[in-house]
């Protein structure tokens, strides 16, 4: 099933627009506007494709002629000197919405080829790698959209979804029992998770209705003593989530502990473009 795309692709897409277009592309208009053209877009490297709405929406947005043709679907994995897509229509057009189109193309490829690389290192376990709050500003439904196409599973949105109680709301509070009291009589109906720094407070926080508890920077020992922990306790069921400093190195040890997710910034974070051309015929 196709993954669903996000409801902001519209206005991101207006807003690139506007920063780089701005009144006028004044070098295009060299170009005689009658001129018509065809371009393929091509990879130079193995990725996981990602950002084809984007791409389409720059050119409905400048010029409803451009017709974008795609050879891959967002997800797949494709191969060096792999052509892309196909374009055609003015000239003017394809020029002046090329940088804006594969800056998308570029950045939310990145973002699925380093989601799609983590999640295949926990292949043959039961540990799902989910995404954070540390994406670009602008884009972060864009960038979980992206996560998705490359295997990983989303994490909340934002503060208004779900709650995360962390070290700071914990001494505000009083204690991880306290913290997690007045979370639920505040808003009982969505997801709630805490954070936890030692096996004291992880099995304060089981003693707890929240929902998942997150390891922060638990050494590979003290995470094995949590699971077990965790599974001997009546509130078995409680999700694990480890986190922090999670290196793809480290990855598969993490996974044999038994956690049930871990948390990685850096795909969303660190984000290195695919490398992308387009080519004019």
């Known amino acids: 099933m196709a993954t669903p795309l996000p409801n902001d692709i519209a206005k991101v897409v207006a807003a690139a627009l506007a920063e780089d277009v701005g009144a ?57 000197d792999t052509v892309v897509c196909e374009l055609r229509g003015q000239a003017r057009s394809i020029v002046t919405g090329e940088r804006t189109a594969l800056n998308f193309l570029q950045m939310l490829s990145g ?21 954070t709050r540390k994406t670009l500003p602008g884009l972060r439904l864009a960038q979980k959209y992206a996560v998705r196409c490359g295997g990983g599973t989303n994490h909340r949105v934002g503060l208004f979804d779900a709650m995360l109680i962390k070290e700071t ?13 007045r979370a639920r009589a505040s808003s009982p109906d969505v997801p709630l998770e805490v954070e936890v720094e030692n096996l004291a407070q992880l099995a304060e926080a089981l003693e707890t209705d929240a929902d ?31 986190s922090g400093s999670m290196t793809a190195e480290a990855l598969r040890a993490v996974a044999a502990t038994g956690v049930d997710f871990i948390s990685s910034g850096s795909i969303t974070k660190h984000v290195r473009a695919i490398d992308f051309s387009m080519r004019f015929l």
């Not at 699971?227 to 480890?242: D, T």
């Open 24 to 80: 006028g592309d004044l070098t295009a208009a060299l170009i005689d506007a009658k001129t018509h053209g065809t371009a393929h877009v091509v990879t130079r490297e193995v990725a996981t494709l990602c950002g084809c709405a984007w791409f389409d929406e720059v050119f409905r947005q400048l010029d409803g002629g451009v017709t974008v043709t795609w050879h891959a679907v967002d997800g797949r994995q494709i191969g060096a």
């Open 111 to 131: 973002t699925a080829t380093a989601t799609h690389k983590l999640v295949e290192l926990l292949a043959g376990t039961s540990t799902r790698l989910l995404d």
């Open 169 to 181: 709301h914990i001494a505000a509070a009083g204690g991880v029992a306290e913290a997690v009291r």
């Open 212 to 242: 998942r508890i997150m390891l922060d920077d638990f050494p590979l020992d003290e995470m094995r003593k949590a699971v077990a922990l965790r599974n001997a306790h009546r509130a078995a069921r409680k999700e694990l989530e480890a």
